[in-house]
């Protein structure tokens, strides 16, 4: 994990959360994101003084800084596929993606050495490079015409990425890229972005990218369509996105308190010959001046009562299918905790044929395992709630959103475990999930589902539920101990 002063700590999350493995600096300012390579030798930062930074693990030291950004960073990703790990991508407030690629140099940035204590004391010498950019995407959301003129006419209501105070004067007209995500192994090619000004997701072909800083014209592949509520009201940026296990769901957790679910395969409509994966071997197409196509909305949202994104680092990830347990989306929240989402469609399937004003109570349609004071996963009944209702600050009316995609909301909320916003968090090789505060706390959600009922059944007495959080499955759970 990653501070606002810039160090990075390590730790053990099948041990106790009480003693840090390693600690290090990296930064001088805030660390914003952090991503391995799929050796786990390399780390990739993405920092708040506009530099990234890929650190050698074994010596704790950079190798090389990421520094053609103009702007604070928003995401770092590693290209995947094995032994993929020379490229990667970082977003930035400054509306660009850069490519970089570690077997390039761009040229010595300074000389350091290393002393480590292991009963000898030796120096290891250690050149640092700057990073080099093979490929560059400017302004990756530039907003078109008609947004413009949309936003025009709510100018109070979008809610932008703020940058700090020094970046403003330079960031007039440009549009933060929030998120970034490459698509599994066999497609790495193809990367996905996501900005603070709407809903639509790009999708990029790498290969194919032919930009300058005087000729920023690149062109996407294609982008999705916001959902037709923005499109009446307002549009609401996206501040995360995760792939589902087999890379078939998109997952982009939007500012309007909706977590989208989009089908990989309807990024572009009709014939998508970049999607197949006989495309990593062929030829790019050169798409300087070429067309973005146009590709479908989402299948349909996820909401809860207490999953609210208020900020941008509210982050969302999925806990893989595997060694038996299942697929779960997990998303940060403003209201302090995290919420569980099943992903498997047959729980929510009656929901995806449920008419946009559904009824006020669904009976209960999944369950699982409960996540406790080192907790993991579960899930309540289907709750249905009316459209948000947004409030304009100016005018003093309201306007409704109309939602015309399926709206699932068999969360499950993560309670007494934070007293401040959720915003990063990560899943384990395990499968346990680790949370990080504004309250200064890391939790780390493990499946025990003695310890879990008793939480929830026990109350205050005897301090048990001291320093524990558990998942709140509401009054309304009618199953029995041996469903748990």
């Known amino acids: 994990m990653g501070d606002e002063e810039g160090h990075i700590r390590l730790l053990d999350s099948n041990k106790s959360f009480d003693k840090i493995h390693l600690s290090f600096q990296a930064h001088s300012n805030a660390i914003i994101d952090l991503d391995f390579s799929e050796d786990d030798y390399l780390l990739a930062t993405a920092s708040g003084d506009q530099t990234g930074k890929v650190i050698d693990m074994m010596t704790q030291t950079p190798i090389s800084v990421l520094g053609h950004h103009t702007a604070s960073l928003k995401q770092v990703r ?26 390039c140099s761009g040229g010595p940035v300074q000389s350091v050495a290393v002393e480590r204590d292991h009963g000898l004391r030796y120096r290891l010498p250690r050149r640092l490079n700057a990073g080099c950019v093979v490929n560059s995407i400017y302004d990756a959301h530039a907003p078109q015409t008609s947004r413009q003129s949309r936003q025009q006419n709510h100018p109070a209501t979008p809610s932008a990425d703020v940058a700090s105070r020094s970046e403003v004067p330079g960031r007039i007209g440009e549009v933060s890229v929030t998120a970034i995500q490459f698509l599994p192994a066999g497609r790495e090619h193809l990367l996905l972005s996501a900005c603070e000004a709407d809903a639509s997701v790009k999708l990029w072909d790498i290969r194919s990218i032919h930009t300058s800083r005087h000729h920023k014209n690149s062109t996407p592949i294609s982008y999705t369509t916001p959902p037709d509520s923005h499109t009446t009201w307002r549009p609401f940026g996206i501040a995360s996105m995760a792939l589902g296990s087999d890379g078939a769901r998109l997952y982009a957790l939007c500012k309007d308190n909706t977590v989208y ?52 680092y509210v982050k969302a990830g999925v806990r893989p299918a595997r060694d038996g347990m299942s697929e779960l989306l997990a998303v940060g929240s403003s209201d302090g905790c995290a919420v569980l989402f099943p992903t498997d469609e047959r729980y929510f399937r009656a929901d995806l044929g449920a008419p946009a004003t559904p009824p006020a109570e669904t009976p209960s349609l999944f369950a699982a395992g409960s996540f406790n004071g080192n907790p993991s996963g579960a899930t309540t ?74 939480l929830r059944k026990g109350g205050e007495a005897g301090g048990q539920r001291w320093a524990c959080g558990w998942a709140d499955v509401g009054d309304e759970w009618e199953g029995d101990e041996d469903d748990w």
């Open 78 to 103: 590693f290209q995947p596929g094995k032994g993929s790990s020379s490229v990667l991508a970082t977003s930035s407030r400054d509306g660009s993606i850069q490519l970089w690629d570690l077997r």
């Open 261 to 312: 679910a989009y089908s990989t395969a309807h990024l572009v409509l009709g014939h998508a010959p970049e999607l197949a994966a006989k495309a990593a071997a062929e030829p790019p197409r050169r798409r300087a001046h070429g067309t973005e196509q146009e590709g479908l909305g989402p299948l349909y949202g996820f909401r809860h009562p207490l999953f609210h994104a208020t900020s941008f």
């Open 381 to 454: 009944g289907l709750r249905r709630r009316g459209a948000l209702v947004r409030s304009d600050s100016v005018t003093n009316l309201s306007a409704r959103l109309v939602d015309t995609v399926p709206i699932v909301r068999n969360g499950t909320p993560l309670v007494r475990g934070h007293d401040k916003e959720v915003g990063a968090l990560s899943w384990t090789s395990e499968g346990k999930l680790v949370t990080l505060g504004d309250d200064y706390m890391v939790r780390c959600w493990g499946e025990d589902r003695d310890v879990a009922m008793g």
